[in-house]
């Protein structure tokens, strides 16, 4: 039998409650540039990451840590590594792809006051870990949970996020001592913003656009191509 004394009622938001829901969804925004010098506070970040820290995980095992880097001279240390992988990204494009890849500004490491690090530890739950027993990526995933999770809380602080994903790990993990079996999932800039783009800037600066729902949702069975 269930123990229903740990059970609570499940009902639907409220309309004002489940409206700030999808605002936050729909408003995120991949913060590039656009971050205050204004400092986030230890109460904000903390809000910030607990949320992060209520995702789902596979197992309940919450294979999650999150670097929290400060300095200055860190992130100019950190920074100097993108900026090589940047370049090297760079070259990977042409022409006009490359133009546009080389306008945008990428400068969230420097001037957002906090970036965090978020790593997962694959040992974390054993050798076997209840639901990854057939897809060995699910905590990774669950990870990736716990960064939407931070990025949704940060939208409703007020508080901007981006996503940096061009690093050789391996440069990361020399700056931050993060050991070999560590797995870096994503590194992240937090700072305040007063302006967003209405539209994702990927999609305002011409790189690609949303595609519609109605070509990405099967019924039944895959009909994408073979």
């Not at 197992?59 to 100019?76: C, K, L, M, T, Y």
């Not at 090589?84 to 306008?103: C, I, L």
């Not at 699910?138 to 940096?164: H, K």
């Amino acid at each position: 039998m269930p123990n229903t004394s740990a059970l609570a009622q499940a009902a639907p938001f409220s309309e004002s409650e489940r409206n700030a829901v999808y605002k936050a969804i729909y408003t995120r925004r991949d913060v590039r540039d656009q971050f205050l010098p204004d400092p986030l506070s230890d109460k904000v970040l903390l809000r910030l990451l607990d949320a992060a820290h209520h995702a789902p995980s596979v197992g309940f095992v919450q294979p999650w840590n999150f670097i929290v880097i400060r300095s200055s001279a860190d992130r100019e240390r950190i920074w100097q590594a993108f900026r090589g992988a940047n370049d090297e990204a760079a070259a990977m494009f042409s022409g006009e792809r490359q133009s546009t890849y080389q306008s945008l500004k990428l400068e969230g490491i420097r001037k957002a006051p906090v970036n965090i690090c978020v790593t997962c530890d694959r040992t974390r739950g054993g050798d076997v870990v209840l639901g990854r027993t057939h897809n060995s990526s699910m905590d990774l995933y669950s990870t990736v949970c716990a960064i939407q999770n931070l990025w949704l809380a940060a939208r409703a602080e007020g508080v901007g996020m981006g996503w940096v994903s061009i690093f050789h790990d391996a440069d990361l993990k020399r700056i931050l001592a993060i050991p070999d079996r560590i797995e870096i999932v994503g590194y992240l800039c937090l700072g305040y913003v007063d302006q967003l783009y209405e539209c994702p800037e990927l999609e305002v600066k011409g790189w690609n656009r949303r595609a519609p729902l109605e070509d990405l949702i099967f019924d039944g069975k895959w009909q994408g191509g073979l």
